[in-house]
């Protein structure tokens, strides 16, 4: 199984401020062929279901926010957080769609200091 | 607008079975692959299962194996999970996933990631 690894396991920001979230996986998830790396981020708030904000490690969900932005190729990942507003405090995961069984991250909390 | 709505979780105990279901709508469920993905209390994400959106290619997790099968009826826009011999480590949110839409020639395992989840349903597993 791909092991998926983030970091910090938590971070506490100010409001406005950027967060980066680090992803790294155990073997690399870029599929050649394609030129495409098959990572997702999720965001989870309190009481939630995930929610897919990334896919193709760097394409945006419809209608996510652009301060959020995911970057990275192989096996180092990223998401950032521009400017950081009261309502992004959660937890985010990422995911490989590389190979099965499907991985995740073991999450990353956001909170506001 | 896509909705999943998961039911039949519960309280169970150790080696007791319990089916949950996932009734979804607002889109053409047949087309798509679906998930399972577990939350045990206070942990991260697990993936559990995957089906096909014909239900003829099923995947599983290790730790579920041979003690959970996923179906899903087409015709009742409905996704399945029957959990057989179920151990205290099983005890979690339980969410169905609708995947995201990944072309063929670009899905390399038959399924995809969740794009689309259900709010979950509980399954506590305790004497």
């Known amino acids: 199984d791909i092991v998926m690894t983030q970091s910090p396991d938590s971070l506490a920001l100010s409001l406005g401020e950027r967060a980066t979230i680090h992803c790294k996986s155990s073997?690399?998830?870029?599929?050649?062929?394609?030129?495409?790396?098959?990572l997702t981020w999720y965001q989870q708030k309190p009481g939630q279901p995930p929610k897919l904000l990334i896919y193709?490690?760097?394409t945006r969900e419809s209608g996510v926010p652009d301060r959020f932005s995911g970057s990275g190729s192989g096996t180092d990942f990223t998401l950032t957080i521009s400017s950081l507003q009261a309502e992004d405090v959660a937890v985010y995961y990422c995911?490989?769609?590389?190979?099965?069984?499907?991985?995740f991250g073991q999450g990353t909390k956001v909170e506001i200091e | 607008e896509v909705q999943l709505l998961e039911s039949g979780g519960g309280l169970v105990q150790p080696g007791g079975s319990l089916r949950l279901s996932c009734a979804a709508s607002?889109?053409?469920?047949?087309?798509?692959?679906m998930n399972w993905v577990r939350q045990a209390p206070g942990k991260g994400l697990q993936w559990v299962s995957g089906?096909?959106?014909?239900?003829?290619?099923?995947y599983y997790a290790d730790s579920v194996k041979g003690r959970f099968t996923i179906s899903r009826d087409n015709s009742k826009n409905t996704l399945y999970l029957q959990m057989n011999s179920l151990r205290a480590e099983d005890t979690a949110v339980y969410y169905c996933?609708?995947?995201?839409?990944?072309?063929?020639?670009?899905?390399?395992?038959?399924?995809?990631?969740?794009?689309?989840w259900g709010q979950g349903t509980l399954v506590t597993v305790s004497s």
């Open positions: 995911q490989q769609y590389y190979s099965t069984p499907v991985t």
């Open positions: 193709w490690a760097s």
């Open positions: 089906i096909s959106g014909s239900g003829s290619s099923t």
């Open positions: 996933g609708k995947d995201l839409d990944i072309p063929y020639y670009e899905n390399l395992i038959g399924y995809g990631p969740p794009r689309t």
């Open positions: 607002g889109f053409t469920f047949g087309s798509y692959a």
């Open positions: 073997q690399s998830v870029l599929y050649r062929s394609n030129n495409k790396n098959y």
